[in-house]
Nanobody, 114 residues
């Protein structure tokens, strides 16, 4: 079974950084596509960044370009979302997703204060 477990959320001041991790299990190399999504209060869930171990990285939203990066740590079996120069509008519940298997991890709250 595919399992995703997200962690790393918290409270940070604007301009600060956070690193989210998604522990991934049960995916083969061909299936290894992981996306980070977020859902802000009153807004629809939106894609942030996606990583395919075969095809590299895809950005879903321009608002994080130059600030957020996604990477794969094989030793830890994680896909990490590094968030720098954070803004109040980054406040949301963040989820990791395996789109080819339609599996979601539990959300982790990220709050950016001004």
């Amino acid at each position: 079974d595919v399992q995703l477990q997200a962690s790393g959320g918290g409270l940070v001041q604007a301009g600060g950084s956070l690193r989210l991790s998604c522990i991934v299990s049960g995916l083969s190399l061909d299936e290894y596509v992981i996306g980070w999504f977020r859902e802000a209060p009153g807004k629809e869930r939106e894609g942030v960044l996606c990583l395919s171990r075969r095809d590299g990285t895809t950005s879903y939203t321009d608002s994080v370009k130059g600030r957020f990066t996604i990477s794969n740590d094989n030793a830890r079996n994680t896909v990490d979302l590094q968030m720098n120069n954070m803004k109040t509008e980054d406040t949301a519940v963040y989820y990791c997703n395996a789109p080819l298997k339609n599996v979601w991890g539990q959300g982790t709250q990220v709050t950016v204060s001004s």
